[in-house]
């Protein structure tokens, strides 16, 4: 295992930039103390990650948050499986409203449930798969509830979505 086995994780993988607006998801993680066992790990690399880490440290969040850098592509998909979630997350911009991320079909094939706070098109494919969780862009508020959510679906819960979105995956995309 690369991620301690202490506690669940929600997974982030891909570029860590300013776009991807991954302070939020940081905060979300401090509006929700009692789920102690939660923690976000981050893959991959790029301009934001000293500030994330920085947020992460004075929100005293450090044994929550971890950082795995670049990963080589074929690792990707046993990691993503140590997780009980991915994370996708960009900027609530009128230009990303036709984007889907890559992210979001490598959760899709791998099974993983999805944590969207992506607005437009990306949104759609999730909700409509039945694969994850939608929350509006750039909001700690919902993406703290989106984790709470995540926690009381239980492992039962989450594998149902992941089921419905490789489904999604193999027929539509």
């Not at 994330?52 to 080589?72: I, K, M, N, T, Y």
């Not at 791998?110 to 706070?117: L, N, S, T, Y």
């Not at 039945?130 to 750039?138: D, F, H, K, S």
């Not at 909001?139 to 149902?160: C, H, T």
Request: aromatic share 4%; proline share 6%.
């Amino acid at each position: 295992p690369q991620l301690p086995t202490d506690r669940s994780w929600i997974m982030y993988a891909g570029g860590i930039g300013d776009v991807q607006a991954l302070d939020h998801a940081v905060r979300a993680l401090a509006l929700v103390p009692d789920l102690d066992d939660l923690g976000l790990a981050f893959v991959g690399d790029g301009v934001a990650r000293s500030g994330l880490e920085a947020l992460a440290a004075e929100l005293g969040l450090e044994d929550r948050v971890r950082f795995l850098g670049s990963r080589p592509m074929e690792q990707m998909p046993a990691l993503m499986a140590e997780s009980m979630a991915q994370l996708v997350s960009l900027k609530d911009l009128p230009l990303f409203s036709g984007t889907i991320p890559s992210k979001i079909q490598a959760s899709m094939a791998c099974g993983a449930p999805v944590v969207c706070a992506v607005a437009g098109d990306a949104a759609q494919i999730i909700r409509e798969a039945e694969a994850g969780l939608v929350v509006p862009p750039e909001s700690a508020e919902a993406l703290a509830g989106a984790f709470r959510e995540l926690v009381a679906l239980g492992r039962e819960g989450r594998e149902r979505l992941g089921r419905n979105g490789r489904r999604a995956y193999e027929t539509q995309l």
